[in-house]
């Protein structure tokens, strides 16, 4: 066996690229040779080829599988998302509906608003790092960077009554669009009430002729709103709407306003003086009962028969000022000197409250001011009052005093020393009741149970609309305003902060197109559109001139000559103008 004879063969085969001359060997002695030599050569060069091509194939193996699994994964995540797609397609569409686009509006502002403020902070070289709970209460304060934005708005709840009125439909989303937070009161929670107004409006079911209801009504509310009307021209239902409905509401709100002025320990500005409490018969004490005439008549005082008065505490825990006057010209006081707290002066209130009782007559009040030291320089004042058959509470402000000599200053509250409750037969009306004409007007009973000082107030604290009467069936016209008008006086004398819109005939037409008429005295004859009535009052809650003022509105027309019926032709009604203020600051106060 010769290597050298096998050595180019093994060469040969294992290049092809040329053809050597071979020697034939010697074919016994290589035969096992040969045989041990390809046998090593298959073996040594043909199995490191088979497991490479194992580990490959596995590779592919693997790597096909591996393809599939995530090519399956990724159908699967595919599948899902348009799974996810097509459901949340559909809860959007669902969704579309229930959507407020009011919510959603001042939702918006107030995220561009939070981006806006730390965008803005990153020019700042050093700033304080707040907290969630401070930027929350930031965005809250700020409120919405809207054009119709109204300070302080976000902090105020507003109570809505007649919310599905023309009038109160249009009033709920303007105060919404203005940041206010806004209650609606209704008579049933039904699908078709829902539907009428926005999500976000929190519904208070309840009875305006039920006093029980309205409890729950105005809890933390701040202002109220009331667009209410009778539904039929029946007696009763009139006055349980417009008359006895307002004078409820006033309550409620004077009691829950009264239950948090005791919570503030009298302490806020907003708490009232206590000048007298007729509780206990100590409580009667200073106070003199006097009588007198404006003249004197010889022949008549022979045959009248006189007159009498007496305050006095009863069985029944009442303090009860009584009497009669039957001479001619002739009257009884019940009289007393104030007695303030230190450091309180009358000066930083706007007027006094009266609450009474008795057979529903009226009475004259009287303040004396001046020197306390010398009487002789004092001034006398004068205010009429009105009360009715039962418990009632008399609204006085100091602005409706007049001088009893006309060339006397008028009032300066700072001064006044002396209360007196007057009587007098002459200028008194028969009340409603059984007795009717048959009453004796010249006999008087009134029950007193406090007299308080109102706090001064900036702004309005309730909106009554009510009507001129124009526009309404003369059949029906009479009892109507008669309602009406006995609603705005229980308004007038709760104490509250008041305006009373009374406008022309209700038009369904878009607001802010005509200048508008502002007057007193129900003179005006014209209508008015129901969205600038609504923006009337939403412009009110916040406008000192139109607190304790009543007036009417109605679009501006052309008066003939010499007779004029208006005292102002406002601007152009539109969010940027506010045309409310000059509007009213002419006209006259506690009207």
């Known amino acids: 066996m010769s290597a050298a004879t096998f050595t180019p063969v093994a060469f040969s085969n294992n290049n092809n690229l040329y053809n050597p001359i071979w020697r034939k060997p010697n074919p016994i002695n290589c035969k096992l040779s040969n045989n041990s030599f390809v046998t090593r050569a298959t073996s040594s060069s043909s199995s490191p080829e088979t497991e490479n091509e194992k580990k490959n194939k596995k590779k592919k193996k693997k790597v096909v599988i591996e393809n599939e699994e995530q090519q399956k994964q990724e159908q699967e995540q595919q599948e899902q998302q348009e799974q996810q797609l097509q459901s949340s397609s559909v809860s959007v569409i669902k969704r579309l509906d229930e959507v407020n686009p009011v919510g959603l509006g001042r939702r918006s502002r107030q995220v561009f608003d939070e981006v806006w403020r730390k965008f803005s902070g990153l020019g700042q070289i050093s700033r304080t790092i707040r907290s969630d709970d401070e930027s929350t209460l930031l965005i809250r304060e700020g409120g919405p960077m809207c054009e ?32 206010y937070t806004v209650k609606a009161l209704v008579r049933k929670a039904e699908p078709e009430v829902v539907d009428m107004l926005p999500r976000s409006v929190e519904l208070v079911t309840g009875d305006v002729g039920d006093p029980s209801s309205l409890k729950k009504a105005v809890q933390g509310c701040n202002k109220i709103i009331y667009c209410a009307t009778a539904r039929s021209s029946i007696t009763g239902d009139l006055i349980r709407v417009d008359h006895q409905g307002v004078y409820n509401l006033t309550k409620a709100l004077q009691d829950y ?74 009257y009884v006081d019940l009289s007393r000197k104030l007695s303030l707290p230190l450091g309180y002066t009358l000066d930083r209130y706007e007027g006094l409250v009266f609450s009474v009782g008795g057979n529903g007559r009226s009475y004259v009040v009287i303040l004396e001011a001046g020197p306390s030291a010398d009487t002789t320089q004092s001034k006398l004042y004068f205010a009429r009052i009105s009360t009715k058959a039962g418990f009632c509470r008399v609204r006085v402000p100091f602005s ?94 709760s104490g509250l902060g008041y305006t009373i819109i009374r406008p022309g005939p209700l038009m369904e037409e878009p607001g802010g197109q005509r200048a508008l008429i502002f007057d007193q005295g129900n003179r005006i004859s014209q209508g008015i559109s129901c969205a600038d009535v609504a923006d009337i009052c939403v412009k009110a809650l916040h406008d000192s001139t139109a607190r304790n003022k009543s007036f009417d509105v109605c679009y501006e027309y052309v008066a003939e000559p010499g007779k004029e019926l208006y005292e102002l032709v406002a601007h152009l009604p539109d969010k940027a103008n506010n045309y409310l203020t000059p509007a009213l600051s002419v006209l006259e106060k506690n009207t």
């Open 148 to 179: 119709f934005a109204i300070p302080g708005a976000q902090n105020t709840t507003v109570l809505v009554v007649g919310a599905t009125s023309r009038v109160g439909r249009i009033v709920v989303r303007k105060l919404m669009l203005r940041g």
């Open 400 to 493: 409706s005093f007049r001088p009893v000599k006309p060339d006397d200053p008028p009032l300066d509250p700072f001064l006044v020393h002396t209360l007196t409750i007057r009587f007098e037969p002459r200028r008194q009306r028969p009340t409603e009741g059984p007795s009717g004409p048959n009453q004796d007007l010249r006999s008087f009973q009134l029950i007193m149970e406090y007299i308080k000082a109102l706090p001064t107030g900036q702004e309005t604290d309730f909106v009554l609309v009510s009507c001129t009467g124009s526009g309404i069936e003369p059949t029906r016209r009479e009892q109507v305003l008669r309602a009406k008008r006995a609603g705005e006086d229980s308004l007038r004398r």
């Open 257 to 330: 306003n009264n239950k948090l002025a005791q919570q503030r320990a009298g302490k806020s500005s907003k708490s009232k003086l206590l000048i007298a409490k007729f509780k206990s018969e100590d409580s009667l004490d200073g106070w003199e009962v006097r009588q007198g005439t404006y003249f004197q008549d010889a022949v008549v005082s022979k045959y009248d028969g006189g007159m009498d008065a007496r305050f006095e505490f009863t069985e029944n825990g009442e303090a009860v000022f009584s009497g009669y006057v039957f001479t001619r010209g002739g």
